[in-house]
Structure formats: structure tokens, C-alpha cells
């Protein structure tokens, strides 16, 4: 069999570029199995999907026009889970598209725990009594017995269930699907989780950016929660309306949240999210380990190809009609 003809292109602005080096892709590929081009320009890419059979993307690229374009091409493999734009884009029927769902776990269960273990610690208090110069003391108890609602258990949501299920939490769950999950006690589905929102302490958004759930949150869904709750967004941020949460931390009739997906992205500097009080807000990279992504990433997109070299099924397809 005559070696796969692979284009790998790679965005400089991409935080992921610093990693998918040529030489580190190179290093990864089994001989006799890829033929490999790179680039970082839009000419590179002109001239790698003129012959690529397979697409191997970081950071974003026009993909417009890809029947003419890139007449061979069967594959895409995206290095991020969120592939909205993508599919935005209007691939080819005949094209797969892959992501990098799964390779945030480890990071994943780790941020979400410290998020929540932030929120009940009151730590977005202190932090914000401190820029004021309050002494303002607030203790709190353990998470244990206390309630989290995970909007979304894919890799990333199951990830959040095992880590906050061992601290002794309650974790009520909500898919698609429905389907049960070990970590997880209630299980719902669809719009059923706003009947749980009143019962909620913290609400963890790890959904991906589709149009069912675009705007999923917002104030209606936040008025539900009793003030003591908090919210994390490891999402997408148009899922949730921001605008309304940072009303109710000023308020008060919440108690913190942690974003680390905005509604625009940088934020710009005169957004009135920076100055709401009780919010910690991390520029979306709370899931990326930036020593162990890369190769994760690498292994399982190797690992396809040679799934795509024997006829077999890949792992990570995206399903365009749930978008993701």
C-alpha cells in the first residue's frame, strides 16, 4: 500500500502552534506509512491540499471551496474538541471530520475540581474584597453532600463527574443521550436539568457549541438557582449568557463563578466582565496541558491513521447533524 499523502497545517496564531512543530510531526509518523508536507502560510496550504489525502489542522484555516481545492481529501483531523466553525465551513459529504475530544481528561478533572473547591472555598470573595481592601472573612465547609449539575458528559463532563463524585458530591448529569454514567446519581436529559437548577450548588457547563444549545443559559435558567450557588463555564461562551450572570454576582443573588469560555474571545480590555465582583475568569486555557496535549493529541491522531489506512472505523468522528 502506497504511503497515506498527508497535509498538516498549522495556524502561528494558534496556542497549540508551539507544539506541532515539522520535526516533532515527522518524529511521530511511522515510516513507510505518510508522506507529510507542512505549513504555517496560506500558500502551504494551497499546495498541500492540491494531493492530501488527509488534513491534520491546528488553529483555524479557509476552508472553503475543498472539492476544488483539495480534490483527494477524505479526512480532516481537527487538535481542539470545539469544531463549530468547521462545520460551518461546509465540508465535502464525502469528508470525515475528526476532533480532539478526549485529550483534555486528565486536565480536565483537575481544573473542574479546582473550580468548584474555589467556589465553595469562597475564594471569588476574597478576591474581590481584597482589590478592595476589605477585610471580609466567609467560612465554608467541605464540598462533600453538596450538589453539582454537569451540563454535558462527554469526555469532558464524565472527566468532572469522577473528580467531584470522589470529593463526596452528588452529581446529577444531563445529556443527550441520558445515558448513565457511574458518578453520576440523576441522570437527565434535554431540558429536564431545570427542574434540579433549585437544588444545585454549582452548575458546570461542559457542553459544545451547537444551535440546541446556544444561549442554553440564561437568565431564567440562572434565576433558578438558589444565591449560595456558583457556575463554571468550560464550554463555549455563547452558551451562556454572560450579561446576566455577572448581573446577578453584582447583585448578589448569586455567590461566584469561574469562566473559563467567554462570549468573546480575548476579552476585550473594556468588557464589565473583568470588574464583576465574585468572578475569576481564566482566558481559555484551563484545559490545556501544554506538556502532555500535543503528544495525547499525536498518539490518537496516528493511531486513526492507521485506522484509515486498513478500511476501519475512526475514532473521534463528528457528527455533523448534533455538531459535534
Keep these: 500500500m502506497p504511503p497515506t499523502r498527508l497535509h ?38 494551497e499546495a498541500g491540499l492540491a494531493a ?25 483531523s481537527y487538535t481542539s474538541a ?8 461546509g465540508l465535502p459529504e464525502a469528508v470525515t471530520l475528526t476532533n480532539a475530544s478526549g485529550t483534555h481528561i486528565p486536565k480536565a478533572a483537575e481544573f473542574t475540581l479546582l473550580s468548584v473547591l474555589m467556589l465553595n472555598n469562597q475564594m471569588p470573595h476574597f478576591a474581590t474584597a481584597q482589590r478592595e481592601r476589605r477585610w471580609a472573612p466567609k467560612p465554608a465547609g467541605t464540598v462533600a453532600g453538596r450538589t453539582a449539575l454537569i451540563l454535558g458528559m462527554g469526555a469532558l463532563g464524565g472527566a468532572a463527574a469522577q473528580a467531584l463524585a470522589g470529593q463526596g458530591m452528588r452529581i446529577i448529569g444531563n445529556s443527550h443521550s441520558g445515558r448513565p454514567h457511574p458518578d453520576v446519581a440523576v441522570m437527565t436529559r434535554g431540558g429536564d436539568f431545570r427542574a434540579y437548577l433549585p437544588d444545585t450548588d454549582v452548575l458546570i457547563i461542559t457542553l459544545p457549541l451547537t444551535p440546541a444549545t446556544h444561549g442554553l443559559i440564561g437568565r431564567a435558567e440562572l434565576d433558578l438557582l ?18 446576566a450572570l455577572a448581573a446577578k454576582l453584582r447583585d448578589g443573588s ?19 466582565l473583568w470588574d464583576t465582583p465574585n468572578l475569576v475568569i481564566t482566558p481559555h486555557c484551563g484545559l490545556y496541558d501544554p506538556g502532555d496535549y500535543a503528544p495525547r493529541c499525536l498518539d490518537a491522531f496516528f493511531a486513526n491513521l492507521a485506522r484509515f489506512r486498513a478500511g476501519e472505523p475512526l475514532h473521534q468522528v463528528v457528527d455533523p447533524a448534533r455538531g459535534y
Design 52 to 76: 492530501a489525502e488527509v488534513l491534520l489542522l491546528a488553529g483555524q484555516a479557509p476552508l472553503h471551496d475543498l472539492p476544488r481545492r483539495a480534490p483527494h481529501l477524505r479526512w480532516i
Design 8 to 45: 498538516v497545517q498549522v495556524n502561528p496564531a494558534s496556542s497549540l502552534a508551539a507544539a506541532f512543530t515539522e520535526a516533532r510531526l515527522r518524529a511521530a509518523a511511522a515510516p513507510g506509512q505518510v508522506t507529510i508536507s507542512f505549513g504555517q502560510t496560506p500558500e502551504a496550504l
Design 254 to 272: 448569586l455567590a461566584g463563578a469561574v469562566l473559563d469560555a467567554l462570549p468573546q474571545e480575548p476579552l476585550p480590555p473594556e468588557s464589565p
Design 226 to 243: 438558589p444565591p449560595h450557588a456558583g457556575v463554571v463555564n468550560l464550554g463555549r461562551g455563547e452558551i451562556l449568557d454572560a450579561d
Design 82 to 89: 470545539g469544531v463549530e466553525w468547521l462545520l460551518q465551513a
